[in-house]
Each structure stands twice: as C-alpha cells, then as structure tokens.
C-alpha cells in the first residue's frame, strides 16, 4: 500500500496480560522501526528491521518485548505480560533502502492502555 | 549517540503572525538529516520539512522555511503567516545519512504551537 498501516488503533490491556500490536509498510520499502511514544511525548526507539532481519535492537527492553517481520505478514510487536508504564503510542515507521533524505513514513499509531 | 533539544515546551503566536521553533543537535558525524514534524492531538506525525546536512540553502516549503546553521548545530523552523491549523506539537528530528549507524531517528522533546485568533 501507498501508507503505513497499523492495527489496532487501540488496545486497551489488564496488567499482565499480552498486547499485540501490527504494522504493514509501505510496499516496496525495507526498513521498518518501532518507537514509543510516551504520555510526556517522548519518542523512544525500540527497535529496527531491514526486510525480515533484525537491523537494530538497541531501544528494544530485554524483558517482555519482542518483534518480527516475517515474509509477506505484518510486522508485529508483542508485549508480554504488560505493565502501567508500557501504556504509550506505538508507531511504526518504514523507509526506502538509500532513499532520498532517509525519510521514514510513519503509521497512525496504535495507542495502548494498560490498565 | 546524537542527542537533539528543544528547548521551548510551549509557543504561543497570533493569527498571521510569524513564530520560530528552536532546535539544537549534538552529532559528531558529518552526513545527516534533519526534518521538523507536526503532530496534532489524533497523533498521526506529519511531516513539515526537511533539510540535508551537506546543502547549504534552507529548505522551504510554502510557509515553512528552516535556518540551518550546520556549524552551531543549530535547525529552526520558521511558520510565517501562522493559521489556526498550525496549532500542533512540533518534533524536531535527526537522522543519519550511514546506513550502518542504525539510521534511526532522533527525536527532540516537542514544542506546544498555539495559534491565537
């Protein structure tokens, strides 16, 4: 597609209980990143993805947090077992190899309660 | 790591004003990005401009226009002729040029743009 994609746009969590979040980039593009945006507005990176590999996963917390982007599937990110603090937006961003200014095309979003 | 600051929370300008959003980075690299955003309360980023490192002219967009000052590591925008629709959230943001540094982006902290009529 033309846009990022993200589902759902909301997800609203117990505490300790799973979230799943997906993300499909724009057709074509090979990078896909994950950031959070806190309620404060801080945008965090959690991690990143060149096709399906693991491009950098500094941002990614060690504990709870995994992602995939698998061959013609969505990219996901799963909370495991979530806690008050994980209560953000989350959005997906994608980009071209060796674009033109490296620009990243983000999602909507998907904001996650944790309740 | 690249750290980018933005040291006003909140602006406020009149209607058909002019108003400047400051942002200052810390780089040690030479080739980089540098792009404002917009982001009003549904959240979706939207972006304003967007300025290469190595290009000594600023970049422009209708009323958006930036002051790159690539020696103080200095990146302002400027909103002239300001409307009601500009009223956002404002992230400054930088990137770098190396595919191999990670390449992701930087965000600043935000400005608050309220637009009086």
């Known amino acids: 597609g033309e846009e990022v994609a993200q589902t759902p746009k909301h997800l609203v969590r117990g505490e300790g209980q799973k979230a799943k979040l997906y993300c499909a980039p724009i057709?074509?593009?090979?990078?896909v990143f994950w950031y959070q945006q806190v309620l404060k507005n801080e945008f965090k990176f959690l991690i990143s993805f060149q096709n399906e590999n693991v491009f950098d996963e500094t941002g990614m917390p060690k504990e709870r947090f995994s992602a995939k982007c698998l061959p013609n599937s969505p990219c996901s990110l799963e909370i495991q077992a979530t806690k008050l603090e994980d209560s953000a937006v989350y959005f997906c961003?994608?980009?071209?190899?060796?674009?033109?200014?490296?620009?990243?095309?983000f999602g909507p979003g998907t904001r996650l309660t944790v309740l | 790591a690249q750290t980018v600051t933005q040291s006003q929370p909140e602006m406020s300008v009149q209607e058909a004003e002019t108003v400047t959003l400051s942002c200052t980075y810390d780089t040690s690299e030479s080739d980089y990005y540098l792009f404002w955003y917009k982001q009003p309360p549904s959240r979706q980023m939207i972006l304003v401009i967007r300025?290469?490192?190595?290009?000594?002219q600023n970049a422009t967009e209708n009323r958006f226009s930036v002051n790159f000052q690539k020696a103080a590591k200095s990146f302002s925008l400027k909103i002239s002729d300001s409307q009601l629709g500009d009223a956002a959230m404002y992230f400054c943001?930088?990137?770098?040029?190396?595919?191999?540094?990670?390449?992701?982006?930087?965000f600043g902290t935000g400005t608050s743009l309220t637009v009086i009529p």
């Open positions: 961003a994608s980009s071209q190899y060796r674009s033109r200014y490296n620009e990243q095309f």
């Open positions: 057709k074509g593009h090979s990078y």
């Open positions: 943001a930088y990137r770098s040029a190396y595919i191999d540094t990670g390449n992701q982006f930087y």
């Open positions: 300025q290469e490192a190595y290009k000594q």
